[in-house]
């Protein structure tokens, strides 16, 4: 897990784009080669690129000049947490840090590109083997976070009671009852412990969301506007910050879905990336046409459609394993109402 970057700020660049100063720790991390043949002319055809100085924000500086923003997200790495409950207790380091390493490994695979095109495939070759260390570790955690990883945890439970039964039954015929006693307590044990792994497997597997990726909607609580781009069907955040959000006053606990989602920059510029349960958010009443900014919507995100919602990018809608909304068409001349969005 890459520690230490922070968002500092956003400011104006002077050839129409918005830097949002990251400090590249990937460097460190993927132990790449400084001085990249590829990276001359390169970064200009990168949709997100890494470099020294930080990542590069396409956007609308005057906004940002205008407003006189100034994001500051030390909160990122921050262990300390707000007592009271508003906005900030939202805060996620952890989805903060997932959209991160997502556009890292978009930036990977479009220089491996990049350097395939170009015929220097020593570089491409030690891009592409950093990008499938970089995806094997993302997987490895995802499974940990979204249940696949107790699946097969249900099945080795599974296959050890079927070996402890066998010792039991061997102690039962050689008449060691206090050896057999221990078996029968491992026995259950296990098969509690399975039934715990299932059951968690089978909530990922079965999750049913109210919000889809890329959909605008509105905190209940707090009232900002916000696009999601990102969702787990329960709570995937450690305890403290649990105890931080005051999770377990929510009617529907933690055993909800939560979403990640980008708050509008200005509504709330110091929140960037919340994580929010699914009984705080609500759609719009009519389609939301208006303006929304923030820095990472035009790398997870095509634009928006005719709704007023974001079209998400095909590797995002991957990653949820989402299939592609389609906007209904308008029937001007159906007067028989309804009309609600699928």
């Known amino acids: ?8 700020c956003l400011t104006a660049s002077g050839n ?3 830097y949002g100063l990251i400090i590249p720790l990937w460097r460190r991390h993927s132990k790449l080669p400084r001085k ?3 990276a001359s002319g390169f970064e200009s055809q990168c949709p997100l690129h890494l470099c020294p100085q930080g990542l590069h924000f396409r956007g609308n500086p005057n906004t940002l000049k205008r407003r006189n923003l100034r994001v500051e997200a030390g909160w990122l790495f921050n262990k300390g947490g707000e007592q009271e409950l508003d906005a900030s207790s939202e805060r996620s380091e952890n989805a903060n840090e997932d959209i991160l390493i997502f556009f890292f490994q978009l930036d990977l695979a479009t220089r491996v590109q990049y350097a395939l095109n170009v015929e220097q495939y020593d570089i491409a ?9 970089v995806e ?14 107790s699946k097969s945890e249900a099945q080795d439970k599974a296959i050890s009671i079927i070996r402890l039964r066998a010792d039991l039954q061997n102690a039962i015929e050689k008449e060691n009852y206090a050896v057999a006693a221990e078996l029968r307590d491992q026995i259950s044990k296990l098969e509690a412990e399975s039934l715990a792994a299932t059951a968690k497997a089978l909530v990922y597997e079965n999750a049913q969301y109210a919000f889809r990726l890329g959909q605008k909607v509105k905190h209940q609580t707090f009232g900002y506007r916000a696009v999601v781009c ?3 069907p329960i709570c995937c955040e450690s305890s403290s910050w649990m105890e931080t ?4 006053k929510l009617a529907r606990g933690s055993s909800q879905p939560f979403y990640q989602v980008l708050v509008d920059v200005h509504e709330d510029p110091n929140l960037l990336v919340a994580y929010v349960p699914e009984e705080k958010l609500v759609a719009p009443e009519k389609p939301d046409m208006g303006r929304f900014d923030h820095p990472y919507i035009s790398f997870l995100f095509y634009g928006m459609d005719t709704a007023g919602d974001f079209i998400p990018i095909k590797q995002l809608r991957e990653k ?5 909304h389609e906007v209904p068409m308008d029937r001007p001349d159906d007067d028989s109402g309804g009309g609600a969005d699928a």
């Open 245 to 248: 959000a005051h999770v377990e």
């Open 125 to 133: 070759q030690q891009l592409r083997n950093k990008l499938a260390e």
């Open 230 to 232: 990102g969702m787990d």
């Open 320 to 324: 949820y394993n989402k299939p592609r």
């Open 136 to 149: 094997g570790e993302v997987i490895r955690q995802q499974e940990a976070k979204r249940g696949s990883s």
């Open 36 to 38: 990249n043949p590829v």
């Open 16 to 18: 129409g784009g918005v």
């Open 1 to 8: 897990m890459v520690q230490g970057a922070s968002l500092t």
